[in-house]
């Protein structure tokens, strides 16, 4: 009995020093890689909490009268969390200041159904003000699926429309066999200070993704650049290959949801990690050209280091994690970070906010 009881006290010991050990790793890689602007974040909760819908993609910009504009994307909470790929529409919000309370103000971009290239679904919205409009980048499909994401660029000349809705993708899905044959999806805009427009988009191979032999791993997000000399395209791929390529780290590292800009001489990217330090993190990396690009570093952290939430529900497979960032910049300079969550009063999904403290 003695023997016994010896052997359960230090069977348990060492699952406690396992637990301890692993604690101890996860602490310090936030430590030794959090990047600088991280540390600069300071969260301000969630905002824009919807009944009856899943809240996603959120991206804000500021008026010229200094309220805040919000586009994102919303489906019937119904429809559960994948109701993103075939029943999503954009929404316009608007508040006074960035925390909110925000009011609703109608649907901008809704599935427009068959025959069309965004039928089923309108997500992942960016709005940008460029060359004198307004430019909401958006990823649409035409049968509820992955392979016929593409993305498209409706404009308006006010942010309360009307909007110009595109008739075509501005970027095909790559040939056959190419890295990112699968679709396009994702996009991050900047326009190069020598005039040109890049668009940063996601994407993955076919065959990756239909042959992979581990069921969890299906195809590897990377992200490739077309660049136009106008606005509205035609976008020429940069090259055959992805800009940034994470999957030759090994462990299926990949990441998704970059955002870019250009700031004091450098182009920046925010996005969410997937492997590369946790698939709870936030990455930043920084390239003097828009090609090269440093080392991944964290650039927000889980949810759990910012707020406490109630335990996860079990139809939330993605709690806990903080993804889809986009930058408010006022006057002139990023000032508040909003990201999406799941979980919130109506456990869906909603933006979560922090302010850039300088």
């Known amino acids: 009995m003695e023997r016994r009881r ?31 602007f991280a540390k600069k974040l300071k969260p301000l909760g969630r905002v824009l909490e919807s009944e009856g819908y899943y809240v996603w993609c959120n991206s804000p910009i500021q008026a010229p009268d200094g309220k805040i504009h919000l586009f994102y994307s919303r489906w019937p909470a119904k429809k559960g969390m994948g109701g993103w790929i075939n029943s999503c529409e954009i929404a316009h919000a608007v508040a006074d200041q960035p925390e909110g ?15 069309f290239w965004d ?16 430019c909401l980048f958006f990823m649409g499909n035409s049968n509820g699926k992955t392979n016929t994401k593409r993305i498209g660029l409706a404009t308006a000349d006010s942010l309360n429309g009307p909007w110009k809705r595109p008739d075509k ?44 032999k581990d069921p969890l791993i299906r195809g590897n997000r990377k992200y490739g650049l077309a660049v136009a000399n106008n606005l509205e395209g035609p976008y020429v791929r940069f090259s055959d290959k992805p800009v940034i ?4 780290k090994g462990g299926n590292r990949q990441f998704e949801d970059a955002y870019v800009w250009h700031e004091k001489r450098k182009f920046k990217l925010l996005a969410r990690d997937m492997g590369v330090y946790s698939h709870d993190v936030g990455l930043i990396m920084e390239s003097k050209n828009g090609l ?14 910012y707020v406490q939430e109630p335990p996860a529900p079990g139809h939330l497979k993605k709690y806990g994690r903080l993804e ?6 006022m006057k002139g300079k990023p000032a508040y970070l909003f990201t999406t969550s799941q979980g919130g009063k109506y456990m869906t999904a909603s933006p979560f906010v922090f302010k850039i403290q300088s």
């Open 324 to 329: 889809r960032p986009q930058l408010l910049f």
């Open 292 to 305: 090269d690009w440093t080392e991944p570093e964290i650039s927000f952290k889980p949810v759990k280091e």
């Open 119 to 134: 039928a089923t679904t309108c997500h992942n919205p960016h709005i940008q003000y460029v060359d004198g409009k307004y």
């Open 101 to 115: 309370p925000y009011q609703y103000l109608e649907t901008v971009l809704a599935p427009r159904g068959p025959g």
């Open 245 to 248: 390529d994470f999957s030759k």
């Open 169 to 212: 993708p501005l970027l095909e899905a790559g040939p056959e066999g190419a890295w990112d044959d699968h679709c396009t999806t994702n996009p991050a805009f900047v326009k190069h200070p020598n005039g040109q427009y890049w668009l940063y988009y996601k994407s993955w191979n076919n065959n990756d993704y239909y042959n992979s």
């Open 6 to 36: 010896f052997i359960s006290t230090m069977a348990l010991f060492s699952v406690c020093a396992l637990a301890g050990d692993s604690l101890f790793a996860a602490v310090r890689y936030l430590k030794d890689n959090l990047s600088s």
